[in-house]
């Protein structure tokens, strides 16, 4: 693409060198006869020709950006105009040769400089911004040998002429001067009109030509300034009788010869530009100006301006001309150098600080930059304009019969729209008086959603289902029972607009008083009805409602739709009820003294208390008992797990064994429970979930005994899928042939998965697309919930990135893993996100290349099981070091301290497994590695290394032990 880029420009930079050739054939016209054709046939014909080409939605993407930034761009373009008319007088006064290297040589110099200061001032001291620095030198020092040539040629020509010159040639100097000077606000237009590219792109232009929507606009306003310029000569010269001569079918050909080679120069730069990336304005400019002097010398060459000059000039050409060049190549080269380390180069500014807009842009167009990976899927709607300048006439309605659900939506919307445009909504209840009866936000099932008699809103949009549409303007938001109006209110903000809410305190929103966009008209229900990143930093409520999770450890209030609540017993604890329940639904300590056939008989034909015998009629009985008991004092469980005690073991006495021995697995006693549980609750509590664990012994599916349809299979991925297997996706693995096995008798499967090194919470772990593929995978196969289980005591690996964007596909399992983390990364890390990637691909290529020794199953001990060591092979010295100068790369590019606190947060797991390995791995780094990775655990909150009790301090006990010895 980068080459690409370059042959366009010098393209570019050719036909803009020849354009001015047409006025020496023109007959019996002046100068602004000719310059009026050439400023009506390029600035209003071609360019809008090529326009509506191109971009036919042209005046969408202006009604889309903000009156502040189009006043801008007509200011540019009115000064440009100016520049156009000094350009064109220069070239009439001094001939194309003298006018051509001094006015686009200041054209080039400020037409780069300016951008580069203003909108890149990042690049400048990179080694791309002192390559430019340097090429830009050179073709300064090029354009002074230039000018000492064509001096030595006019004093060659004084000695030969008699009389004066019309114009003195210091004014004709100045003239080419001021020409180069405005004339450079083309490029600063090019450069400052980036939202409009955005803009243009966000509407489906493709990248390539998005850089030329704002052609339209600039010249239109430059051609009212030259075409009144030319008139007011032609009046004030009284030339306008000489238009129409006999030539004149030639001479408009002439000049709009000028207008197709301008404007076509003018497109192909905007291409060309483009190629070259973000901040392609910069090095692109001098490119397209250095070819652009060289050609105009060529020339002036051809054309005989040089015929009479003296060898001395003419070398002193051909030596600017190569110098000239020169500078081409040089800046050529920083492009290229952009591209081999733009790891170096910090990216843009996220929308956090540009334009508000809907869609994605392209990631393969883009990088190295942020761009929306939620885009949604729907119906594009008309473009909506919420805010303008600050104002807005928009209100939010809501339904006099609104409920606490649809009232959270209406305060989340109204705060987060006044976080983008400083402006806040005022939230109405339908039947009071609104600013404008047509610019309406409808929230919920209002009248004003009925009456637009919308097809959509006939679905059933279940529980958490969500519905966006427009018509006439309004905008109409509605959800399902409990938290689908709400949904709806992020899926906007998220989706549309661009916000985030990647953790507790990372928050992106798009600013800008003026938010015009175009809503996509959709309604959506999630496939999986339990979403959980089982992650400690995702037990936050708050963050659940935003991002749409249910996890049952996040507490999302009943009044804004709550979340998918376990039955909690007699408990307080929410979570006490979680799994493995037998004991709180019949408790050994009422109940074994009086009645041991209750619980399971075991190979010796004893009773033991540890799990239950699922037959027995009493124990049926009681177990239903207890359940109605807990669900009527937990009115808003929507689960509750009927499931074994851990650790395994069944009962063998002569009914459960024959049930379980005719059906070829012990669920089947097990499900003889809990099928009598579903069957006694589903009149009274018809929203209840029945849940059982398909775990250890009971993991098969029976022959033909099948759950209720209010029964829950939550099937593990543990010794047969993800805990013995971490590195493989789940369809290769047993567990994959289970998951198919019961997908083929039931339709009702959450899944509880493995995600972390339980013995080690911060190891590398890369094992992010076996997780993404395991989501589309188990939603293929009637998967109706998913648990991720990872770090949920305390901070664990990338435990921000992995919640996040394990909660966007539990919401949508068809999302791309690499967009997801491309958005996070970029969201997230800022200036220091391109490093950051860096280490995501590093850590992701250790799966490649260490694949033999990471996919095999090691069934006699843990060193290829999730619990994996830190002196496991791919955790190698090289990575080690690898990933340390990455981590040190993102810390200097790290453009605040809150950033920089990420970036130290998130190479923790580096840190760990280096002192994980002992100094005698590390060296004499151990105690400088020690001292701060104490600093930042303990600053971000760690307080478990590993699965169990806190152990931090124990941790660093034992390797300041280790220290001491070794320094012995």
């Known amino acids: ?101 001094l006015g686009l040589g200041m054209v080039a110099c400020c037409g780069t400089l300016v951008p580069l200061l203003i909108f890149y001032p990042e690049k400048i001291l990179t080694m791309t911004g002192l390559i430019v620095f340097a090429g830009i030198a050179i073709l300064v020092f090029g354009v002074i040998v230039s000018s000492r040539a064509f001096k030595c040629k006019e004093d060659a020509a004084a000695e030969t002429e008699t009389g004066k010159r019309s114009v003195p040639l210091v004014v004709g100097l100045l003239v080419a001067i001021f020409a180069g000077v405005f004339s450079a606000f083309i490029n600063i237009g090019f450069s400052y009109g980036e939202v409009v590219k955005v803009q243009a792109m966000e509407l489906g232009v493709k990248e390539i030509f998005a850089g030329n929507a704002l052609w339209s606009l600039f010249f239109t306003v430059a051609f009212v300034i030259n075409a009144i310029y030319c008139l007011i000569l032609m009046v004030k010269n009284n030339t306008l009788k000489d238009f129409w001569n006999p030539h004149i079918v030639r001479n408009l050909g002439m000049g709009s010869a000028m207008g197709a080679l301008f404007m076509t120069a003018i497109y192909i730069y905007g291409i060309g530009a483009t190629c070259l990336g973000e901040g392609g304005s910069v090095p692109g400019w001098i490119i397209f100006m250095s070819v652009d002097i060289t050609t105009g010398n060529i020339w002036g060459l051809v054309t005989g301006e040089w015929q009479a000059a003296p060898k001395r000039a003419r070398r002193l050409l051909t030596v600017g001309t190569i110098i000239i060049l020169i500078a081409v190549a040089i800046v050529s080269v920083s492009e290229m150098v952009k591209t081999e380390t733009a790891s170096e180069t910090p990216p843009a500014e996220t929308l956090r600080q540009s334009e508000s807009v809907s869609k994605s842009l392209n990631p393969q167009a883009a990088p190295n930059k942020w761009y929306n990976s939620l885009k949604p899927k729907g119906i594009d709607t008309s473009v909506l304009a919420i805010a303008e300048g600050g104002k807005s006439n928009y209100s939010i309605v809501l339904s006099g019969q609104a409920t606490t659900q649809d009232k959270k939506a209406a305060q989340e919307l109204q705060y987060w729209l006044e976080k983008m445009t400083t402006v806040k909504l005022p939230i109405v209840t339908e039947g009071s008086a609104l600013k404008d009866k047509s610019q309406i936000i409808s929230l919920g099932y209002t009248r004003q959603l009925q009456d637009a008699n919308l097809s959509a809103v006939k679905e059933d949009l279940e529980d958490e289902g969500y519905g966006i549409a427009v018509q006439d303007k309004k905008l109409f938001l509605w959800g399902g029972r409990t938290r689908g109006v709400i949904n709806a209110v992020f899926a906007l903000l998220e989706e549309d607009l661009g916000c985030r809410w990647y953790t507790d305190e990372a928050i992106m929103i798009p600013k800008n008083p003026t938010l015009k966009f175009t809503p996509v008209s959709r309604t959506y229900i999630p496939v999986l009805k339990l979403r959980d990143p089982y992650y400690f930093v995702a037990f936050n409520g708050t963050w659940s409602l935003r991002n749409r999770t249910n996890a049952p450890g996040a507490k999302v209030p009943e009044e804004w739709g709550g979340y998918m609540e376990y039955c909690n017993g007699d408990s307080t604890d929410h979570s006490s009820m979680f799994v493995h329940t037998f004991h709180d639904l019949l408790s050994p300590d009422e109940y074994y003294e009086k009645h041991p056939e209750y619980f399971m008989l075991d190979e010796d034909g004893n009773r033991d208390t540890h799990q239950l015998c699922t037959t027995h009629p009493e124990v049926v009985r009681i177990v239903i008992d207890s359940v109605k008991r807990y669900l009527r004092a937990n009115p808003n469980a929507r689960i509750i797990s009927v499931s074994k005690m851990d650790g395994g073991g069944t009962c063998l006495c002569s009914k459960c064994r024959a049930l379980d021995e005719a059906e070829g697995t012990h669920m089947a006693s097990l499900l003889y429970l809990v099928n009598g549980v579903a069957e006694a609750i589903e009149e009274e509590f018809p929203h209840v979930t029945v849940s059982t664990l398909a775990y250890l012994e009971t993991v098969k599916p029976p022959r033909t005994i099948r759950p209720r349809k209010n029964v829950a299979i939550r099937l593990c991925s543990d010794d047969v899928g993800a805990w013995l297997r971490p590195f493989e996706p789940s369809r290769v693995c047993q567990f994959g042939q289970l998951v198919k096995a019961w997908s083929a008798v039931h339709d009702r499967i959450h899944i509880w ?68 983390m491309h958005d996070f990364i970029y969201g997230y890390f800022g200036k220091s996100a391109p490093a950051i990637a860096e280490y995501n691909a590093l850590l992701r290529n250790q ?32 990575f080690l070091a690898k990933a340390t100068e990455l981590y040190d790369r993102a810390e200097k590019l790290a453009e605040n301290e809150r950033v920089l606190r990420r970036v130290q947060r998130d190479r923790l797991p580096i840190m760990y497994v280096k002192l994980a390995r002992g100094p005698e791995f590390v060296g ?39 220290w001491v010895s070794y320094q012995k």
Do not use: C
């Open 1 to 101: 693409m980068i080459t690409f880029g370059i042959l366009i420009l010098l393209a570019a930079g050719i036909s803009d060198g020849s354009f001015y050739l047409p006025t020496k054939y023109t007959k019996k016209w002046q100068w602004e006869h000719t310059w009026l054709i050439f400023s009506f046939s390029s600035m209003i014909v071609i360019n809008w020709l090529y326009t509506f080409i191109f971009i036919p939605d042209v005046f969408e993407i202006f009604a889309a950006i903000s009156t502040t930034q189009l006043v801008i761009l007509i200011i540019l373009g009115a000064l440009w105009g100016v520049g156009a008319i000094l350009f064109g007088t220069a070239n009439h006064l001094l001939g194309m040769a003298l006018a051509y290297p």
């Open 753 to 820: 998965h493995y995600t972390v090194n339980f013995s080690h919470y911060l190891a590398p772990m890369p094992n992010m697309e076996n997780i993404a593929e395991d989501i589309g995978f188990l939603v293929d196969n009637h998967a109706e919930g998913i648990m991720t289980q990872g770090a949920f005591q305390s901070v664990g690996e990338r435990d921000w990135l992995r919640s996040w964007v394990f909660a966007k596909l539990m919401w949508d399992p068809y999302l791309d893993l690499d967009e997801l």
């Open 847 to 878: 799966l490649v290349v260490n694949r033999d020794i990471m996919t095999v199953p090691h069934l006699a001990g843990p060193d290829e099981s999730i619990r994996y060591p830190m002196d496991h092979p791919f955790l190698s010295k090289e």
């Open 924 to 962: 004499n780094e151990y105690g400088k590695i020690l001292e701060r990775f104490e600093k930042i655990a303990r600053r971000e909150g760690v307080t478990r290394l590993r699965e169990g009790s806190p152990d931090l301090d124990e941790k660093l006990e034992g390797w300041r032990n280790q």
